[in-house]
């Protein structure tokens, strides 16, 4: 009984840090300084949002070839995989008079302004270098928004990582309020998305800026600029905002953030180490993990497994599937392809909705399941059941395809009401186990990171690799198995049935439950975690 209560006597989470212990309970921040910080989450998202639904298709007007976009889109698990742990590392230790955090969100708002600019004006730069107007492909145009596109996620990186553990430092060791922190961040995800895909679906929005569109640029690209326009005018405000009313306390040996270590303050040496040994504390992170973490991160990396699949081919499944379109078909076949990826963009407005309503109750969903786990494992079956429903819509879509006849000619008629409406349903219900996934591991991993005295920046930065290489693998592999069952997205989906399964089980049976969730005040948390 002494020994499962001793703390000194059990392995740190991370112990590679050699960071100092978290105070047995410290204050954590108002609501309102929580909610300022987490509102970025809009700004950020609402971006996300426009490249989702508006960049591939003007990646193709400046001539990249279909096949090739798709490294283009590598940018984003390349450099969540590099940026969040080393920019994590790197504002646990951050001595600057503005904070730890702080900095790195304001420079990661910085470029993204850059990155939204060269990505914008990527048409008017490349004609005013040469490129020609009358040609498909514009080389010059095609460098500048590749370049633009890359600094724009690893801006995007920059903020969330910092934002995520900003959050956890306001929150202090108060559990319930790391979890409604983060709750609140997955909210304004939600906003955020729905304020994207309403401006990107909005063709006339470039009238409110007449100089948008030019010669080089036409309305498609007009209305590009004009959605960027208001997504940097959003994330600014937002940013600035939150980073000058809510402070950030700087870094040092002694702090009491858990982010200063003993050995450090003895030696002297805790300022001389910020910039050297980055990439060694990240694996010497993961070769220190215990079994929470670990944990944890095999559950992050099933749960993303299962949904990548959903999230790169949703509206490709709409108008492949259940409309029955063929972007590479007739031109009857695409006419269908393009209003099933109509449908699919209403879907996921849907799915944003209920995205953000649910992350307004999951403190609420925690408590009448029973603790977060047990909500984690619940909504992985949820998520498991949706894509295995995909299969039975897809069946019903293709037993019900209608044609008629017009002027001798055959063509394909839209998908019966029924069909449409469980499509959408789909994707609406899906929104409850993303708001799920958006907050509760994070959160977690604060938690942890809190019990295990280790920097929350780090902690954070090494769950986003059990994310972004899932990322990697499925927009590897996923093109090859789906051709491996004669095309289409089915057999991606089957895959992220199954593992949505698996990680619901590993979160019911192996995933620890944080302190104020374990039942009995007599178990610590050390006793917790074993």
């Given amino acids: 009984m002494e020994s499962g209560v001793r703390k000194e006597n059990k392995p740190p989470l991370i112990s590679s840090l050699n960071l100092q212990q978290q105070p047995p309970l410290t204050n954590p921040s108002p609501l309102w300084k929580i909610i300022m910080v987490a509102s970025i989450a809009a700004g950020v998202q ?8 508006l960049l591939t298709p003007y990646v193709q007007l400046l001539g990249i070839p279909h096949k090739w976009a798709a490294f283009i889109w590598l940018c984003g698990p390349v450099s969540g995989m590099l940026v969040q742990p080393i920019v994590g590392y790197l504002s646990d230790r951050c001595t600057s008079r503005f904070g730890r955090r702080r900095p790195f969100i304001a420079a990661g708002a910085g470029f993204v302004a850059i990155a939204v600019f060269l990505i914008g004006y990527a048409a008017d730069i490349g004609h005013l270098s040469g490129d020609s107007l009358a040609k498909t492909a514009k080389p010059r145009a095609i460098a500048v928004f590749v370049v633009g596109f890359w600094v724009l996620d690893v801006a995007n990186n920059m903020l969330q990582g910092p934002c995520r553990a900003f959050l956890a430092d306001l929150s202090g060791t108060d559990q319930k309020k790391t979890r409604t922190a983060n709750a609140f961040y997955s909210f304004f ?6 304020l994207g895909y309403a401006a990107g679906s909005y063709t006339h929005l470039y009238k409110i800026f007449p100089f948008s569109r030019t010669k080089a640029c036409d309305v498609y690209c007009a209305n590009l600029k004009s959605c960027f326009f208001i997504s940097i005018a959003l994330l600014l405000a ?3 905002l939150a980073l000058s009313y809510v402070r950030d306390k700087p870094w040092s040996p002694e702090g009491s953030s858990g982010d200063g270590g003993d050995q450090e303050e003895e030696s002297g040496e805790a300022k001389e180490s910020v910039p050297g040994p980055c990439f060694g504390e990240v694996f010497a992170a993961f070769k220190s993990l215990q079994r929470p973490m670990w944990i944890l991160l095999l559950v992050t990396c099933l749960n993303w497994v299962a949904w990548f699949p ?5 509206t ?22 393009d209003r099933g990826v109509r449908a699919g963009s209403l879907g996921l407005l849907l799915n944003s909705v209920v995205l953000g309503f649910t992350s307004l109750g999951v403190e609420v969903l925690a408590r009448s399941v029973g603790g977060v786990k047990r909500l984690w494992g619940i909504v992985n079956f949820v998520l498991a059941i949706c894509m295995a429903l995909t299969i039975l819509i897809t069946k019903f879509a293709e037993s019900s395809r209608r044609y008629t006849t ?10 019966p009401g029924g069909v449409q409406a469980s499509a959408l349903a ?9 708001a799920i996934t958006y907050s509760i591991p994070f959160a977690l991993a604060s938690i942890f990171c809190n019990t295990a005295g280790a920097g929350q920046g780090l902690s954070l930065g090494v769950l986003n690799l059990s994310i972004v290489i899932p990322q990697m693998v499925v927009s590897a592999a996923a093109g090859p198995w789906d051709a491996l069952f004669g095309g289409g997205n089915l057999p991606a989906f089957v895959v992220g049935a199954v593992a949505a399964a ?12 944080p302190s104020p969730d374990v039942p009995s005040n007599k178990m610590t948390v050390t006793a917790a975690f074993h």
């Fill in 426 to 434: 789909l994707f609406a219900v899906l929104g409850i186990p993303q």
């Fill in 310 to 314: 959903f999230v790169l081919f949703d």
């Fill in 502 to 513: 698996v990680s619901g089980i590993l979160a019911f049976t192996l995933l620890p439950s």
């Fill in 189 to 194: 995800m939600a906003v955020g998305n729905v």
């Fill in 46 to 53: 609402f971006g996300w949002a426009l490249q989702l639904s």
């Fill in 406 to 415: 017009v002027n001798g000619g055959t063509h394909l008629l839209p998908p």
């Fill in 316 to 337: 490709d499944w709409m108008g492949r599937e259940v409309y029955g379109g063929d972007s590479s078909g007739s031109a009857d076949q695409l006419k269908m392809y």
């Fill in 238 to 240: 937002l940013t600035i």
